[in-house]
């Protein structure tokens, strides 16, 4: 539907993003070490059953080869979202979390954002296998906790204005709530009409629902929703005024026209 490419977001709280860029490191050079550009197709298959999410290992009687269940089952929830299937699977997934992590970084501080972005990946797993209990195909991606991420965007910062690419060619700048609001709502549409298609819509909805009620409870205090200014208390307002109020209107000392104070 659309493809995001920039916000106008300063960061208010951190200098810069170092989990989101982080996060974004490790799934490009784990891609490279795992995936079917360098490695070998029987390795890449071992590497998808090892570290995917596997639903019939979790909810039913399959078990997988003593050499290849590298990790326990329950880590799955988490190392399947730092495999990708190819560059565009990566690609489209680490520039959602470059355009949007920043803020959601920024909002709830870097440990918690990372705690958010692991939990939203677990969510994803979870819901992916209550709809499909029994498979077999072991689930791969960040898309879950990408959509915790775009969740958390979208009640944070609904009215940013978002460079995004509209049916993949046409660049318009738009309030962030527009293409948000189509995004997860499609998400949703997808796991109602087909909750058994290879893109894992359920994951997708998991994540989203971790992310919306996550950001809610972990954002920084007095970190505020919907892009509402903080207002500050009046009485406030007066104690900061109050000293360039009683400045004396006689310069004293210094250079130029009207001096410094000593």
């Known amino acids: 539907m659309f493809i995001p490419l920039h916000d106008r977001n300063n960061l208010k709280h ?15 050079v784990i891609f490279f070490l795992t995936g079917p550009l360098f490695v070998e197709a029987s390795t890449v298959n071992a590497d ?15 078990t997988l080869a003593p050499g290849i269940a590298v990790v326990p089952e ?7 979202a730092f495999l990708h299937a190819d560059l565009y699977h990566l690609g489209t997934n680490m520039l959602f979390l470059w355009v949007f992590g920043d803020n959601v970084e920024d909002a ?7 705690i958010f972005y692991l939990a939203c990946a677990a969510a994803g797993a979870v819901v992916h296998g209550f709809v499909v209990p029994f498979s077999q195909a072991p689930l791969i991606g960040a898309s879950g906790a990408v959509s915790g991420v775009v969740a958390a ?27 948000l609001a189509l995004w997860i709502a499609q998400q949703f549409y ?13 994951a997708h909805v998991g994540g989203i629902l971790a992310g919306l009620l996550l950001v809610l ?10 892009d509402r200014v903080v207002v500050v208390p009046k009485a406030v307002r007066l104690v900061e005024t109050a000293p360039r109020e009683t400045l004396p209107s006689t310069p004293q000392g210094g250079t130029g026209p009207w001096g410094t104070r000593p």
């Open 74 to 80: 329950a880590a799955t929830h988490i190392t399947y």
């Open 217 to 226: 409870i972990m954002r920084r205090k007095g970190v505020p929703l919907f």
């Open 190 to 202: 997808m796991l109602a009409v087909d909750p058994s298609a290879d893109v894992s819509w359920g």
């Open 153 to 179: 965007y979208f009640l944070l910062h609904p009215k940013v204005r978002v460079w995004v690419l509209v049916l993949f060619r046409i660049p318009l700048p738009l309030p962030a709530f527009i293409p």
């Open 14 to 28: 951190i200098r810069l993003q170092v989990v989101t860029i982080g996060l974004i490191l490790a799934n490009v």
């Open 108 to 114: 709830l501080g870097h440990v918690r954002f990372l």
């Open 48 to 62: 998808l059953l090892g570290f995917g999410y596997i639903p019939a290992l979790i909810f039913g009687d399959a």
